[in-house]
């Protein structure tokens, strides 16, 4: 049985830097060398970084890349490198969609052939088919050392039956699927199980490509796997890190046919030992929650030309967990918590936020609002004489800290990082241009319950109370007025976070819920405030994904909707 040294090169590459990712690749390419390494194989678009979006339309950028990816090619030797890059078009039957979503397969100093994208995403982030258009070219192999390889990108392993099921046909021995995919909750299993009806249907091993890094709202995971004939994963990248994982796999060689769309690219030869891996088991879900958003806050910080980050620390648990990601992202020397209390901040909130920034070693100060917000409220004295005091006077002091944090982060360079949770945002739980004023809201989506597990996880995992069990146990209070509560205004998050996922999450309106069992006045109350808060979420700043559907590009309702059911 033949087989093949693979080298699955799992980078973290940034859009438009295409310099810098031709080095990476470079880079990588080396490695493989050095391993004997009959291919490697990069991500989806790995020249420009995915997604490239809007910059698709800029002709330059699509002869920039396709520059770029011919002088990594002209450094190509034995070793074949497959990489993902935009492939421009000649101008014909479609004006608009002139590129397409492609892999050259390269040796020897040369492009020895391409393959395009067939199956074109278009829902949640994904919006390919704006962009490009469909490969249509006959079903080419490559003859890599003797065994015939077939060539796939991202979505088209998800079609039952599709080009896999073609490649098979054809002769393939074994699939690449190279991809850009990013994380959600649920991803690496179905990912695994798609792998695996794929090979039911062919027979053949597929070794899946990632990415790895954050690109605005979106987090790739990495995690390249190699599955054998067998559906037995033989080799898996880390989870979150950069990583050119090198393995051996056996080829099926009872399927291999003459084929006139056989392209023989290398008949090199290495050493036969095989290169064996012990496949770690995944890491729990709060594992990968708390890694993802560490990425995600990293990388859009120090990505977007920035070191250091500053956060309100109002002594709740958002901010602390905030915190805490931050710091284990960047460092906590790039940190600076900020408290800035009001008459109506409680003892034990100071305290709590003091004891935090003990244990977690970075930077603290404290800015008192008093005299600020009383000179906001002397100064609408007259126009407010008569009224009783309500939101207004309470949104004032959430807009002094959100302003106090944007002039340390004019005068210092930091970064501001904001700490609403998904509940919060859900319903419009948050003031306008006060806690929402920021570049990067780190737990935009993630539940309120999820919070409360995600600092207890992290407690239990350096086994001491990093973020003090008193800020966990405390009831929830946005302390912006005497005694105030969270579930004053909202129903308990245990009760409310099921039925925001009902809404958000599976799109559902009030009489289904209502028929689900859901307490209509709660339903009514909950899917109103869903619905009026839409112009404060396209206000919030953009926050890592790490659900099925988060706010933002995975959502776009009207803000101007009338819609509540019938």
């Known amino acids: 049985m033949g087989s093949l040294r693979i080298a699955a090169c799992q980078l973290n590459l940034q859009v438009g830097d ?39 339309l800029k002709s330059g950028f699509v002869a ?49 052939g391409t393959y395009s994208k067939r199956a074109l995403p278009d829902y949640g982030v994904f919006d390919e088919e704006r962009y490009f258009a469909s490969g249509t070219n006959p079903i080419e ?31 393939a021995q074994i699939i690449l699927n190279l991809n850009a995919s990013p994380f959600e909750i649920g991803k690496l299993e179905a990912r695994e199980t798609v792998l695996c009806q794929r090979i039911n249907e062919t027979g053949i091993p597929i070794i899946y490509i990632n990415q790895v890094g954050g690109q605005d709202e979106l987090i790739f995971d990495g995690g390249s796997m190699a599955f054998d004939a067998n559906k037995d994963v033989i080799a898996r990248a880390e989870l979150f890190k950069e990583q050119v994982l090198i393995f051996d796999i056996d080829c099926n060689e009872s399927v291999k046919t003459a084929s006139r769309n056989t392209i023989k690219i290398s008949e090199n030869s290495r050493d036969e030992s095989l290169l064996k891996h012990e496949v770690d088991s995944l890491p729990s879900l709060n594992s990968q929650i708390w890694q993802a958003l560490c990425l995600g806050t990293r990388d859009y910080v120090n990505k977007n030309g920035f070191t250091d980050v500053c956060l309100g620390l109002s002594g709740g648990i958002d901010s602390a967990l905030v915190a805490a990601i931050a710091c284990d992202a960047l460092g906590a020397d790039h940190v600076h918590a900020i408290s800035m ?64 944090l944007m ?130 979420r396209r206000q919030s700043p953009l926050g890592p994904k790490i659900s099925h559907k988060a706010f933002g590009r995975d959502r776009r309702v009207p803000i101007t909707n009338l819609y509540r059911g019938i």
Request: glycine share 6%; aromatic share 6%; proline share 4%.
């Open 141 to 171: 192999l490559f003859e890599i050392r003797g065994v015939n390889v077939g060539i796939t990108i991202c979505e088209d392993i998800w079609v039952k039956k599709g080009i896999a099921s073609e490649l098979a046909s054809a002769g």
């Open 64 to 112: 920039d890349t396709q520059l770029v990816l011919n002088e990594i090619a002209s450094e190509t030797k034995e070793c074949v490198a497959i990489i993902g890059f935009v492939e421009g078009k000649e101008a014909g039957a479609d004006p608009v969609r002139r590129t397409s979503n492609a892999a050259a397969i390269c040796a020897d100093g040369e492009i020895k």
């Open 407 to 536: 002039a340390l982060s004019n005068k210092f360079q930091w970064l501001v990082l904001t700490t609403g949770n998904k509940s919060e945002l859900a319903v419009g739980y948050s003031t306008l241009y006060g806690d929402t004023a920021g570049a990067f809201s780190v737990i935009k989506d993630v539940w309120k319950t999820q919070v409360f597990d995600l600092a207890k996880w992290k407690n239990n995992i350096v086994e001491y109370d990093l973020i003090p069990v008193s800020i966990i146990t405390k009831p929830p209070s946005a302390e912006l007025r005497p005694d105030q509560r969270d579930n004053q205004s909202l129903p308990d998050y245990e009760v409310l976070d099921p039925l925001l996922r009902e809404i958000i999450e599976k799109d559902k309106v009030a009489h289904e819920l209502i028929e689900d069992g859901y307490d209509p006045e709660i339903v009514k109350k909950i899917t109103s405030l869903v619905d009026i808060s839409e112009y404060k």
């Open 18 to 56: 295409l310099r810098s990712n031709k080095e990476k690749i470079l880079n990588a390419y080396q490695k493989a060398e050095e391993a004997q390494a009959d291919i490697a194989v990069f991500s989806e678009l790995a020249v420009c970084g995915y997604p490239p979006e809007d910059l698709l």
């Open 341 to 404: 209390p009001s008459r109506y901040s409680s003892d034990h909130s100071l305290t709590d936020a003091k004891e935090l920034v003990e244990n977690l070693g970075c930077h603290h100060v404290t800015i008192p609002i008093e005299s600020a917000h009383k000179a906001f409220l002397e100064m609408t004295d007259e126009q407010f004489s008569g009224l009783d005091e309500d939101l207004t006077e309470e949104n004032l002091q959430a807009r002094i800290r959100g302003t106090l």
